[in-house]
């Protein structure tokens, strides 16, 4: 992708004649082969110059075309909040560069992984390489992605018929849904919780947790039926 130009030399001679690989030819001291090098213009390029005198000299240089490398794979990660997150680019090699940006932006960090500073709120990083002097096309995005908090509301302890018993019921909001569970006697269907009748006066303490494990919320409490 970067130009490509031959520098021939002396100057002041009668004649130059450039050659190379796909029949390349060029009459110029120091022509600019392509300004967007292949790997196909890789190879040895002769150079024969002619002074005033008639007299020639012949000389070679070898040309190498590296590959622009690919942009990394590096995977994102899900966190709880107020955590730091290790991101690791895993492909194609290289010496990595982490910024801020998808182009421009901050230098944050250079090697194969990145530790982010503590987070509140969904955040994406964009690794690059640079392969034998050549830098990747593009950065890969690496999202780091906040699990939402698992918090409990309305709680209502209710005495049953006959004041001897009461039941406890509270929701569970955000964490994972799909994971919640309840430690202690009582039944959870979806987000709700009903527990099971309670004596009189007899403390209650329950507590809601998800896979996400970023928060487990505790219930406690007593209630005395008259």
Request: hydrophobic share 25%.
């Amino acid at each position: 992708g970067a130009s490509l130009t031959l520098t021939g030399g002396p100057g002041a001679m009668t004649s130059y004649s450039w050659s190379g690989p796909n029949s390349y030819s060029n009459a110029t001291q120091s022509p600019t082969v392509s300004a967007s090098a292949t790997t196909a213009m890789a190879g040895t390029y002769t150079i024969t110059i002619t002074n005033g005198n008639g007299c020639t000299d012949t000389e070679t240089t070898t040309v190498t075309v590296n590959t622009i490398p690919a942009n990394p794979t590096a995977a994102g990660i899900t966190i709880c909040s107020g955590s730091t997150a290790t991101l690791t680019a895993t492909a194609p090699g290289g010496s990595y560069q982490w910024f801020d940006a998808s182009s421009g932006g901050t230098l944050l960090n250079t090697g194969a992984s990145y530790t982010t500073p503590a987070l509140s709120s969904n955040t994406t990083y964009y690794v690059q390489t640079t392969l034998s002097g050549c830098t990747s096309a593009g950065r890969t995005g690496v999202t780091v992605t906040i699990n939402p908090a698992l918090t409990v509301s309305g709680v209502t302890a209710t005495c049953l018929s006959g004041d001897t018993t009461y039941t406890v019921t509270f929701t569970i909001n955000g964490g994972n849904p799909a994971t919640y569970s309840v430690s202690g006697s009582g039944t959870l269907t979806g987000a709700s919780f009903t527990s099971n009748p309670i004596p009189s006066g007899t403390p209650y303490s329950f507590t809601a947790t998800d896979t996400y494990n970023c928060s487990q919320q505790t219930v406690s409490g007593n209630k005395i039926c008259n």
